[in-house]
């Protein structure tokens, strides 16, 4: 029978990858449940689908700049030297999750500071992108224009200082009142954008910990990827509510699961 954190895992698996637009399938949860349970490591999960997709990690040009695109093409430079969008994607999504389920398992031991958060992003992607774990050294949009490159090591420490002082939100009895703080440094995180790429999945799984610590859970299972996006996008501009509503369907109090 699978114990509750194990279907509280694979909730938080299956929500980040249909948020990467992919399909969950049962040959996923497999995966995803062997590493969770300590049956399979990632390593070996890594190296696997790598030796099985034919990448190789020779065609790293170390020439060329980590934050870079290779020319005439979207892709960042990358160890494997891939220059097609989709298929780097699709390699990107695939071994980050799979480092994703390692997470949930052994979550890195270290305070939630900025090189915490820098520290996930490295284990996520450092397998694909030489550039895994840095800032970001150069201006960034998506929805709206991000931190400035220039900006992004102040803004950090002014926003971890704000999380630190409130005690990572560990004091924060009220769910609502949770809700309300959980939300603004979801929407402040997201305008740092401190990495090139995978800010949020690097992002999510340092909130996921933060909620844990301070007794909540998030039942990604219950959220819309969708919905958790437009709510992020809006936080931008400093509308919070939307994302608080979507938190109040999922947050819930660690005493009363």
Not at 83 to 99: A, F, G, N, V, Y
Not at 188 to 205: I, K, Q, T, W, Y
């Amino acid at each position: 029978m699978r114990t509750a954190r194990l279907s509280i895992s694979l909730e938080y698996m299956r929500f980040t990858t249909e948020a990467d637009g992919e399909e969950f399938t049962e040959e996923l949860e497999r995966t995803f449940t062997d590493i969770i349970e300590g049956d399979l490591s990632a390593d070996k999960a890594v190296a696997d689908y790598i030796r099985a997709a034919g990448l190789d990690s020779s065609k790293d040009d170390p020439k060329l700049d980590d934050q870079s695109r290779y020319p005439g093409t979207r892709c960042l430079v990358n160890y494997f030297g891939i220059t097609d969008r989709p298929e780097l994607k699709r390699i990107d999504k695939r071994i980050s999750s799979l480092r994703t389920a390692e997470l949930l398992r052994s979550p890195i031991d270290m305070p939630f500071t900025f090189d915490h958060l820098k520290a996930i992003h490295f284990h996520l992607f450092g397998d694909v992108f030489p550039s895994a774990g840095q800032i970001r050294r150069r201006s960034s949009s998506k929805h709206t224009e991000f931190c400035e490159p220039e900006y992004i090591e102040a803004q950090a420490a002014r926003l971890f200082d704000e999380l630190l002082r409130a005690s990572y939100l560990r004091n924060v009895d009220d769910a609502d009142d949770f809700i309300n703080e959980l939300a603004y440094y979801m929407g402040e995180m997201e305008a740092l954008h401190p990495f090139v790429d995978g800010n949020g999945r690097a992002s999510r799984l340092f909130f996921n910990s933060i909620a844990l610590a301070a007794g909540y859970e998030i039942g990604w299972g219950s959220a819309d990827p969708d919905n958790f996006l437009e709510a992020n996008v809006a936080a931008l501009d400093g509308d919070y509510q939307a994302l608080i509503d979507v938190l109040e369907e999922i947050v819930i109090p660690l005493s009363e699961d």
